[in-house]
């Protein structure tokens, strides 16, 4: 079966760090796009990044920029996001996906990110930030 297994959730206190990982499962993920988005309690699904095939990130939400990175792992067949610099506000479920958008292709990443473009989303994982 093809998807997109996350993992790396969790409680950590305000400050602190956290890797979330999102690894193919039943096939190889080196050719396609991956982004990363975040389910805040009763707001809508934000795009975080997204990351092209060759590693190129494309940034989404201001409020997380300059904290969260993304990155990928070819040969483990993972992408990870990084977070740093955590806040209570922070708080929600965390989903990997395939960019499908038809303009830019399967590798790459469209300028904005938008949840609707995006497939094959991972089971999510929740990150608590919370003292």
């Known amino acids: 079966q093809l998807q997109l297994v996350q993992s790396g959730g969790g409680l950590v206190q305000p400050g602190g760090s956290l890797t979330l990982s999102c690894q193919a499962s039943?096939?190889?993920?080196?050719?396609?796009?991956i982004g990363w988005f975040r389910q805040l309690p009763g707001k809508e699904r934000a795009g975080i990044s997204c990351?092209?095939?060759?590693?190129?990130?494309?940034d989404g939400i201001d409020s997380v920029k300059g904290r969260f990175s993304t990155s990928r792992d070819n040969a483990k067949n993972t992408v990870y996001l990084q977070l740093s610099e955590l806040k209570p506000e922070d708080t929600g479920v965390y989903y990997c996906a395939f960019s499908a958008n038809t303009d830019v292709g399967w590798s790459n990443c469209a300028t904005s990110l938008v949840s609707s473009e995006f497939v094959g989303w991972g089971q999510g994982t929740q990150v608590t930030v919370s003292s």
């Open positions: 990351i092209s095939s060759e590693g190129d990130v494309t």
């Open positions: 039943g096939f190889s993920l080196d050719l396609y796009a």
